[in-house]
Structure formats: C-alpha cells, structure tokens
C-alpha cells in the first residue's frame, strides 16, 4: 500500500510510507530556505515520490491530518459542557470562547480548499484520508514507537476544535479518555509568554525554556495561575485580562504585571506551570496502563524539560517523543495513521534520515567548487576520522553534510555543526558565528557506549534519546570533561548514536573520546538563525565560504575548507 502524507499550513511538506516502511520524508523549506514555509508542498511531494520511485497516479491513498473539521460525536458535547460552565462560573469570559470558535471556523478554510483542489485536479477525490489533528499526533505518534501499549499524550496550541487529548493504545484496542478544547490551549500559554517576552510565538518558545533556569519560578507562579491551571488534571483557562485563547491581544492589565517581575523568572514560572500541569495530566491517566509507557506528539512536546518531568513521574516507565513532534510532522504522522488504519501497518522507530541524499561525486563537487574560489578540497580516504579528529583538536568548527537529511526539527549528525564540548564559552562565540540568541547550551551527541556514564537515569532502551527529544541529569564525570553542553541546572539533551543507525559516526565519537576523555561532541544544527537547516550542497558550502564553520565534512568522503581560514589544512596539506 502506497500513502502520500501531505501538509500546507505551517511547516509545508510530505511523507510517502510504503507496506510499513517510511520512505521518504522532508519540509519544503529545506527546498525555498524560508524557515517554517506555509506554502503548497509541491517539490515536497516531488521528492518523495521520486525517492520511492513512484508516481501520483501510483498512490493508493493521501493523507491530509491539518483540518478535518468539526466531529460532532467528537466536539459537541466537549464545547456545550465548557462554554455552559464558562456561563455559570465566568459570564464576562464568554466573547473570548465565542472568537475562539470563529477563529476555529474561518482560520483554516484556504488552506483545507488548496488541498481539495490538488485532490480534485489530479483525481484523488476518492482516494483521500481526511484525519483529525491529534488523532494524527497521537496515533502517529504511537504507530512509530517501539512499544506495544501506551499512554498517548497529544498538546499543542490547537487542531480541529482542540488542544489536548489523552488516549490509551493497546494491541486489542484504543480509547480517548480525556479532550480539551482550543480554548483551554497551554500551546497558546506557552506561546503568550514567548511573546510578552519579547519572542515570536509558534517558534521561539525553545528560547523561553532555556532562559527558565536562569530564574526563580516561585516568584511569578501565582501569575501564570491566573491565566490557565487545572483541577484534578482538567485544564482550565481562565479568560479575560490574563489570557485569551490566542497569540493577540494582551491587556493593560497583564502587561503592566509581567513588567513587574524579571524576564527569567517569568520564563522559569511559565516552564514550572506547564510542567506541572502535564504531569498532571499524565497522573491522572498513568494508572490505567500497565506497561508505565507514554507516547508524547504536538508542538508543546518540543520542551525537552518537559519530557523530562514526565519521564520522572510517577507511574511512568518509558517515553517515545515523536522526533517531528510539532505540526511539520504531520505528513509522517496522517500517513502511518491512514495507512493503519486500512492495513494494520506500523512503523516502529522509524529512522529520521529521510530527506534528500548528500551523495556527491567528485566531478559534481569539482563543479559546485567552480563558484567558490576560495574553497580547496581533499578526498581524505582512510585518513578522514584521523584527520576529524586532529581537527577537533585544534578548535576547528566543523559542518556536516552526509548521509540522507533529518526530518524534524533535529539535526542529528547529518546536517551538524560539531565541535569539542569543552569550552564553555563557545556558547557566546558559535551564536554569534551562527547570527543566534540563544539561552539553552548547545547539545551533545554521544555514543551509546558512553550514555551510562554521562546521563543519570539513561537506559538503552529510551528511543526519546536516539533523537535529542528530552534532557537528562548529567553526572558530575560528564559535567566537568563537557561543560559546554551542560545547562546550568545541570542538564543535556543528548542524542546517543548507536553502531547500527551510524557506523562513521559511532566510530568518531568513541574515537574522539579516546583521544580527548570528553564522551561527546557538541551538536547543533547547520544553520543561521532564522534559516532552515541546510538542504543542498550550496546550502552548505555557503556557511564555509562565510566562515561559519572552519571544515566541511561532505559524504564521509570530501573535506571542504576555506584557503584563506582553516590554517589547520593549510598546514598538514603543506
């Protein structure tokens, strides 16, 4: 069976999943290199046709997880009971819900018609999967997991008349055991925040967790309780000066309150409150699943802190994070959800190297060096890790560009930025390098031999850590030898690289280990702020022309370096 998975709203792109395999993957800004491109996917779709060798009219089904529109066995009976409790408890509060739904109505009409129209235009009519948001995110989300039972937790600031559902996934069945409406959206919390502190929201809320441990959430608590809280793990916003259901539309009131506290106790309350609403979220529903395993999709679950609260609550055993957790992985997640549910085919842990491939010949970079002058290359041969290394040694930034490209939010290991981890102030030095502001330290990435000794509570069978999806405690051994990676709460969000998914990689960081005693390197993704990760060759030999990084490491074959900069080449080529 052939699925196209297909978004346009967002982070535009599409997926095709073939008889339980995914097979292709990827966002269409890596393409146009606008960041969080909401436009129609169309050398998206392209793509991942041709990387499977297949053409529309091949496509069994199309899968459309965006808007599938008000369910009434779903929604009905959810809004009546809210906005009736809205009426008793809250009467001023009612205009705000009242715009939510409207919003809820009207928001999402064009882009709903631009894909009923590329369906009606190549007929498709017949073959399309209409999926509802969250069960998108959260069924998704558990047909990649490894496990075979779970808790699925979906949050996010809205999606088909809803922000949060709880589910219980089994081998015999499933059952929805708690929904939340748009209106009670800690998505739309979290993002208030991102912008009273001077971010965009829907995209700068990794700021506000990094800057939370900087500051005392005990101060500014009481605050975020007046905008949204909960009973007995039943969120509730509360309407009015304090929050609305929406990124617009900030009171006199709230803002001459927030401006009473500093902007890291602010972002450490919001980060405290969220935490400790999911949690609770999660306690209320952990009892009914006996494995203690929990499935984590939506945009919120991007806050690695988060998943690490849930990860130690108790109850919880084990936590799968869908890598594209947010709406960009909405192509992957409607595919495995349609596909499912016509086949009964899953897609466990499925890889995330999905994009395009930096397969390069040397003619073919001989011919893209033609217009970087500056630029020398070297195929390295059996030297290259020798060679990495030494590199590493002498402080060189080094980009990555091999192997097929990640889907999601990630870069890991593919399309990298890596350096030694220690030197703590290169979080100062690299953002500026990379045009970033940044609160949150740089990630490491380690081989999984190594994991055990450097992250307290890691098991070899966390899939969430394969793909830098949550944080860890770090032990004081890794925090001394690495502290460029370590927050200053003590953390990392590690992704832990084992021999099986990449052999090259594995076998550089247990070598640098060897040579230096630091069990990472540090990871983060090849890109300037406000710039999509590096799609294609030029993507990235523009950083290197730049001097963003010193070295560019090209299909675990080439070094690409700049004549004029990387002194380290310049010596050992003489």
């Not at 069945?173 to 993002?191: A, H, K, M, N, P």
């Not at 806050?303 to 055993?317: A, M, S």
């Not at 030197?423 to 330290?441: G, S």
């Not at 004029?564 to 080449?569: G, N, Q, V």
Request: aromatic share 8%; with cysteine.
């Amino acid at each position: 069976m052939l699925v196209l998975g297909v978004t346009n709203n967002d982070l535009a792109g599409a997926c095709l999943v073939r008889d339980g395999e995914v097979v292709a993957a990827v966002s269409e800004e890596r393409f146009t290199r606008v960041k969080d491109h909401s436009i129609w996917p169309q050398r998206s779709i392209d793509f991942v046709l041709g990387a499977g060798g297949a053409a529309l009219a091949d496509v069994d089904l199309v899968a459309y997880g965006w808007t599938a529109g008000f369910d009434a066995e779903k929604h009905l009976l959810l809004y009546v009971d809210r906005i009736a409790e809205e009426a008793l408890q809250r009467p001023d509060a009612i205009p705000h819900l009242r715009k939510r739904i409207a919003d809820e109505l009207h928001n999402d009409k064009a882009k709903r018609a631009e894909f009923d129209e590329f369906v009606a235009a190549n007929g498709l009519r017949h073959r399309v999967a209409y999926l509802d948001h969250h069960e998108s995110h959260g069924l998704g989300a558990f047909l990649c997991s490894p496990f075979d039972e779970a808790l699925v937790v979906t949050c996010d600031g809205r999606g088909d008349y809803q922000s949060l559902t709880v589910a219980h996934y089994w081998p015999e069945g499933e059952r929805v055991l708690q929904r939340e409406t748009s209106i009670d959206s800690l998505g739309y919390f979290y993002g208030r925040i991102t912008k009273l502190l001077g971010f965009r929201p829907n995209r700068h809320e990794g700021k506000i967790t990094g800057l939370a441990a900087n500051g005392d959430a005990e101060r500014a608590l009481p605050l975020m309780r007046k905008m949204i809280d909960h009973r007995d793990g039943v969120i509730r916003a509360h309407c009015g000066d304090y929050y609305q259901p929406s990124y617009r539309g900030y009171s006199d009131v709230l803002l001459a309150e927030i401006a009473e506290y500093e902007p890291a106790d602010v972002a450490a309350a919001a980060q405290r409150h969220v935490e400790d609403l999911l949690t609770a979220v999660v306690r209320r529903h952990i009892g009914r699943v006996p494995s203690g395993q929990v499935c984590l999709s939506g945009g919120v679950f991007a806050n690695v802190k988060l998943n690490q609260r849930i990860l130690e609550t108790e109850g919880v055993d084990n936590v799968y994070v869908l890598p594209p957790m947010g709406d960009g992985g909405l192509p992957l997640q409607a595919a495995a959800v349609a596909e499912y549910r016509h086949s009964g085919a899953r897609h466990r842990v499925p890889t995330m190297a999905l994009g395009p491939a930096a397969t390069v010949s040397e003619a073919q970079l001989a011919e893209a060096l033609g217009d970087y002058p500056t630029l020398r290359r070297l195929e390295a041969g059996d030297e290259l890790e020798e060679i990495l290394l030494q590199a590493l040694e002498a402080k060189q930034v080094i980009g990555t560009y091999r192997g097929r490209m990640e889907f999601g939010p990630r870069s890991l290991g593919r399309r990298s930025v890596i350096y030694s981890t220690d030197d703590p102030t290169m979080n100062d030095w690299l953002n500026k390098r990379l045009k970033r502001t940044e609160f949150m330290p740089f990630a490491p990435i380690t081989a999984e031999d190594l994991a055990a000794g450097s992250y307290l509570g890691w098991r070899p069978d966390h899939p969430s850590a394969l793909f830098m999806t949550l944080t860890y405690d770090c032990t004081e051994e890794f925090a001394k030898a690495c502290p460029a990676v370590v927050h200053v709460d003590g953390t990392a969000r590690p992704q832990v690289v084992r021999r099986q998914d990449d052999e090259f990689l594995h076998g550089l960081l247990m070598a640098w280990h060897g040579r230096s005693g630091q069990a990472a390197l540090v990871n983060t993704s090849f890109n300037k702020h406000e710039e999509p990760i590096v799609g294609s060759l030029t993507d990235a030999l523009d950083p290197l022309r730049d001097g963003i990084v010193d070295l560019l490491l090209v299909d675990d074959r080439y070094l690409v370096w700049k004549d004029d900069a990387a002194a380290f080449m310049r010596r050992r080529n003489g």
